[in-house]
């Protein structure tokens, strides 16, 4: 069974630009959520996706927009890329209904130069 | 607004020491808490949590933790630590109602050394 996968596992892009991360769910979960990991911070709250729609968001500017597929896969796309998005993007998956922890990715670590 | 406080930033133990690292949580109403573990260079993985019943709940590789409601605690510890302990320890917390966004804290980082 596998885990929760995302893809690319590292990436640099240069200020300006536009970056999109992708991520496959646990089997079974129907719940996608984004949290950044600034260095030596504990990972923050993007946004949440769930029957494709974003259900809840944190305190992230609009530079940050995501998508949920059909088979419950997200994106998560980050345009104008400033210096302070560098950081470990992971995604979390669970199921919506009743009380389940969330599982992480490896993260997709991501540098602005 | 949900906040967690982790009191301790690095911790440096030798192996067979005992654990306790400490975390608080500001939020009046019934929560889910966790604790969870990231490796270096590894992702992070679910220690233990708690969402009812026994305040004192055990997790694996010989970690617990122990809901306090009076006191907004709930801190992992551990009889004796293992240099494979080396890592970093996040508390989070979240709200049973329609499984919100988790709220992080800081994390200690855990060093033992032989």
């Known amino acids: 069974d596998a885990g929760v996968t995302q893809s690319p596992t590292h990436l640099i892009k240069t200020r300006g630009q536009q970056v999109t991360l992708r991520c496959s769910p646990k089997?079974?979960?129907?719940?996608v959520s984004w949290y950044q990991q600034a260095l030596g911070q504990g990972p923050q709250f993007i946004f949440q996706y769930y029957e494709e729609e974003e259900r809840q968001r944190g305190n992230f500017p609009d530079r940050f927009s995501g998508h949920q597929f059909p088979n419950y896969s997200s994106e998560l796309n980050v345009n104008a890329l400033l210096l302070g998005d560098s950081a470990l993007y992971l995604c979390?998956?669970?199921?919506?209904?009743?009380?389940?922890?969330?599982?992480f990715g490896p993260g997709t670590r991501l540098t602005v130069t | 607004a949900q906040s967690v406080s982790q009191h301790n930033h690095h911790v440096i133990l030798s192996e067979a020491a005992s654990l306790e690292l400490g975390c608080n949580y500001s939020?009046?109403?019934?929560?889910?808490l966790f604790w969870y573990v990231q490796y270096p260079g590894q992702h992070l993985q679910l220690l233990l949590k708690y969402f009812s019943g026994d305040p004192l709940v055990k997790g694996i590789k010989g970690f617990e933790a122990e809901f306090i409601k009076s006191k907004f605690s709930f801190n992992l510890r551990k009889p004796s630590v293992q240099w494979s302990d080396t890592a970093e320890y996040f508390c989070?917390?979240?709200?049973?109602?329609?499984?919100?966004?988790?709220?992080f804290g800081k994390g200690t980082r855990l060093s033992v050394i032989a």
């Open positions: 089997s079974g979960h129907d719940t």
């Open positions: 939020y009046g109403g019934t929560v889910n």
């Open positions: 979390a998956s669970t199921r919506r209904q009743g009380l389940h922890e969330q599982y």
């Open positions: 989070a917390v979240n709200d049973p109602a329609g499984n919100t966004p988790l709220v």
